[in-house]
RNA sequence: GCGCCUGUAGCUCAGGGGAUAGAGCAUCGGACUUCUAAUCCGAGUGCCGCAGGUUCGAUUCCUGCCAGGCGCGCCA
């Protein structure tokens, strides 16, 4: 149930109504009733909802807007819900209404609950949201706590608005990246007994390569009796899952949980590579070039074929990549979002011919490019590298300033922005981050509540008090505040913009901090207090949704 | 060279075909005997990168240019 939208539609036909009756009149003469735009203007003094019908509609009606406005308000027959109307600016019809409207919304958001905002849009279509999917031989960066941030919370935003979303976590641990991650692994175990054995010039340095060395020593003692290629795959598998489980707990600390963490090497025990290139060479889309197999990705709009099978008979990274996202189709998801970083761009133009070649709309995948994170201290970037096994990660970023806010800094940004990082300010401002300003919001409230009841003060219902009580600026300012919810998380749903929902966070906390200064609840008269108990009380819900939708915690107490 | 992202207040960033372009931080000045001052109230700041075009109206859309970031592998 959308209030909002209700009031919308109800004035579309009050001023739909009113163009008919001019036009009948002969005071208008349009050759058609154009949609009728309206929205809830920023500017309280233009009214709950204004019309911008008369601007758009002047040229074809041959009038000023403003004389277009006069005809259609003075058109317009009396409905008790409109207090006033005013023609405004360049010929803005501005419609004030009374309250009622504004209290329906309380006795929603009491019904619904925390599901106050959803909607049934999806209609349960299948999405996939595939995202981070960081190669399992280091602990995660920032750019994967970015992407993490951004691809759960447009999740949630996803099954808010009534789609059937499947989150994962592609592993991919059977590439290069893993070999030479085995290799380091394994030249670390021998150093343990053995110092100067030579470690892989392209290896990974981290120290913790040698901390799970000395755990893989001890589970594991007589590993060196293995031959060489099997003692490299035993590492390999046994490395990567040491990795899966360390990127899975720092997740999970995260409040980042996916449905699925889906191992590449399971495509190729399961022969899925060797089948969708069977079913590539069926339909003609391969050909031989220099010893390597080629899929002719051009016939897709991409900009150069690709190689399928290397020269040296192994696969490259897009045919197991092809093969996952066969794989996803196939478990019946009609959509699939990938979350990627900009040095991926290049690489949705082949996926997208690959898909169509599979039978499989371009449309079916749809990527989202999320710019990289710059990290500052002492007002620098800081460099990283992963060669050189300097870098600050996820864990490093939550332990300093905390999951929620890591999360909010996150998310506060539009998706497409180049993020600035700056650990000094998030270390030494964390008690300033915003974040604590939506959850303090919420704390006053419960603080509220708690000190109610201990009062001996049932918290009402909206049934059951006098909600023309509120009447205040700050009251009604938070109210319709609220009746935007449901179309900002469609919004943000849609546009895959969940920066949305951090931003109205803000806002509407910011609004009941208003309140609560301008307005006491307690000890206020007895049907004012009991009002604004409610309204306080739907706040709370709201906050708590939006919370939630951004993964952050929602305090009783700070 | 080609492709993508960005350019808005001192800083970090929202916004977006329409009414005086917004917020936070920073700066300055006020507000706690009363539900948490992690709060509130007030004050100043803008060639919306530049130049054209479309439009009744452009900061927003289109084109070109300039600047910064990132890509363009038989790497992943």
């Known amino acids: 149930m959308n209030v909002a939208l209700q009031q919308k539609e109800k004035l579309q036909g009050v001023i739909r109504e009113a163009l008919l009756r001019a036009q009948s009149r002969g005071e208008l003469s349009l050759p058609e009733i154009p949609e009728i735009g309206l929205e809830i203007p920023r500017d309280t003094s233009h009214g709950d909802f204004a019309s911008n019908i008369a601007l758009v509609t002047a040229k074809k009606a041959k009038k ?9 308000v003075g058109n317009m027959e009396a409905e008790g819900f409109i207090e006033d109307v005013q023609i405004a600016g360049p010929g803005f019809i501005n419609f004030f209404l009374s309250n009622e409207w504004l209290y329906e919304i309380l006795k929603v958001i009491e019904a619904q609950g925390l599901a106050y905002g959803n909607c049934s849009h999806g209609q349960g279509e299948k999405i996939l949201l595939e995202f981070v999917s960081a ?13 993490a941030a951004v691809g759960d919370t447009l999740a949630r935003l996803f099954r808010a608005v009534g789609y059937t979303v499947g989150t994962e976590f592609y592993v991919n641990d059977a590439g290069n990246q893993a070999d030479i991650f085995a290799r380091s692994l394994e030249a670390r175990y021998q150093q343990i007994d053995n110092p100067n054995y030579p470690f892989p010039t392209e290896g990974y340095p981290g120290d913790y390569v040698k901390t799970l060395a000395l755990r893989l020593k001890e589970e594991h003692p007589n590993l060196l009796e293995l031959e060489w290629d099997e003692r490299i795959a035993f590492c390999k598998k046994w490395g990567t899952d040491q990795m899966v489980e360390w990127q899975k707990a720092d997740l999970a600390n995260y409040d980042v949980h996916f449905d699925l963490w889906f191992r590449e090497r399971e495509l190729h025990a399961a022969g899925a590579l060797e089948e969708v290139i069977a079913e ?13 197999l080629w899929f002719r990705s051009t016939d ?10 290397k020269s040296d008979k192994t696969y490259t990274y897009v045919t197991a990549d092809i093969a996952y996202h066969y794989d996803k189709l196939k478990r019946g998801y009609t959509k699939l979002i990938n979350i990627w970083g900009p040095d991926h761009h290049g690489y949705i133009g082949r ?3 690959a898909i169509q070649a ?3 709309p371009a449309d079916s995948l749809e990527v989202l490019i999320l710019q990289y994170v710059a990290l500052l201290r002492d007002g620098q970037q800081v460099k990283m590298s992963k060669r050189a096994g300097e870098f600050i990660t996820m864990q490093d970023l939550v332990d300093e300033v905390g999951k929620d806010a890591a999360r909010f800094f996150f998310l506060i940004r539009s998706p497409e922005s180049h993020l600035d990082f700056d650990l000094d300010l998030a270390v030494e401002q964390s008690n300033e981050n915003p974040v604590f300003y939506v959850q303090y919001a919420h704390a006053r409230i419960s603080s509220i509540m708690r000190q109610a009841e201990e009062a001996g003060v049932t918290i009402p219902t909206a049934a059951d008090v006098s909600l023309e009580c509120l009447k205040e600026e700050s009251e009604i300012a938070l109210m319709k505040k609220m009746a935007e919810l449901p179309e900002e998380i469609l919004i943000a749903a849609v546009q895959r913009e969940p920066h949305r929902i951090a931003r109205y966070a803000l806002d509407l906390a910011s609004l009941f901090h208003s309140f609560y200064t301008h307005c006491h609840v307690l000890g206020e008269q007895e049907d004012v207090r009991d009002a604004r108990l409610v309204l306080a009380k739907c706040v709370q819900i709201v906050l708590k949704k939006i919370l939630h939708v951004l993964g952050i915690d929602a305090p009783d107490q700070m």
């Open 64 to 72: 000023s807007p403003r004389d277009v406005a006069a005809i259609i």
């Open 280 to 292: 590539f060479d069926k339909k003609g889309y391969l050909y031989t070039n220099e010893d390597a």
């Open 358 to 360: 599979l039978g499989y």
């Open 300 to 309: 897709f709009g991409d900009d150069k074929d690709r190689v399928i099978i």
């Open 351 to 353: 996926m997208k011919a």
């Open 135 to 147: 190669n399992p031989v280091g602990p995660l960066n920032v750019v994967n706590a970015r992407a």
